[in-house]
T-cell receptor
Framework: AQKVTQAQTEISVVEKEDVTLDCVYE???????LFWYKQPPSGELVFLIR??????QNEISGRYSWNFQKSTSSFNFTITASQVVDSAVYFC?????????????FGSGTKLNVKP | DTAVSQTPKYLVTQMGNDKSIKCEQN?????MYWYKQDSKKFLKIMFS???????INETVPNRFSPKSPDKAHLNLHINSLELGDSAVYFC?????????????FGQGTRLTVV
């Protein structure tokens, strides 16, 4: 069975602080994909990144960085120098070969509050 | 241009009514989805279509019936609405059903059943 756990329900930081959002996944498949999405207060879901199971390289995009570690089944997301506009609910998601990749399993989300 | 658009954005209706939510994508994607987000923000897949063919039907009451007239459209019809159907419904599409491409989501339809 596939499962994504985001243990942090809510995090509050002050602007310019760095913050890491944790994501732990479970799957028996060797081929799978991991994703992060952002849901701002306006409600839409915005795609941030996709990572496949064969690529453990970390990725940096501006203030965002992602750390993928198969050994710990984690795909953590770090925001450097957070800004108020980063306030949102962030979701980690998984799709895998076992389901023919036709499903995205989402974690329960982490609500990030960035205060000025 | 909106990539995945769904209408209406808000829907308030009484128990027992029948309602539809429409979804269209202009990305040329083969796969479309319906997801339900409950009051705790949990997102769960309801249906997945690939080239108009139903691929996934999660344990959704048969009061929910998706229809895909072509691969750019996936509508959701709900019969005999119940209070528990209140949620945000998201339509999404992806280039293939192979999971190796991200899904793009519509802005959501907030359904309130009173």
């Amino acid at each position: 069975a596939q499962k994504v756990t985001q243990a942090q329900t809510e995090i509050s930081v002050v602007e310019k602080e760095d913050v890491t959002l944790d994501c732990v996944y479970e799957t028996r498949d060797t081929t799978y994909y991991l994703f992060w999405y952002k849901q701002p207060p306006s409600g839409e879901l915005v795609f941030l990144i996709r990572r496949n199971s064969f690529d453990e390289q970390n990725e940096i995009s501006g203030r965002y960085s992602w750390n993928f570690q198969k050994s710990t089944s984690s795909f953590n997301f770090t925001i450097t120098a957070s800004q108020v506009v980063d306030s949102a609910v962030y979701f980690c998601a998984l799709s895998s070969r076992g389901d023919n990749f036709n499903k995205f399993y989402f974690g329960s989300g982490t609500k990030l509050n960035v205060k000025p | 241009d909106t990539a995945v658009s769904q209408t209406p954005k808000y829907l308030v209706t009484q128990m027992g009514n029948d309602k539809s939510i429409k979804c269209e994508q202009n990305l040329g994607h083969d796969t479309m989805y319906w997801y339900k987000q409950d009051s705790k923000k949990f997102l769960k897949i309801m249906f997945s279509y690939n080239n108009k063919e139903l691929i996934i039907n999660e344990t959704v009451p048969n009061r929910f019936s998706p229809k895909s007239p072509d691969k750019a459209h996936l509508n959701l019809h709900i019969n005999s609405l119940e209070l528990g159907d209140s949620a945000v419904y998201f339509c999404a599409s992806s280039r293939s059903g192979q999971g190796n491409t991200e899904a793009f989501f519509g802005q959501g339809t907030r359904l309130t059943v009173v």
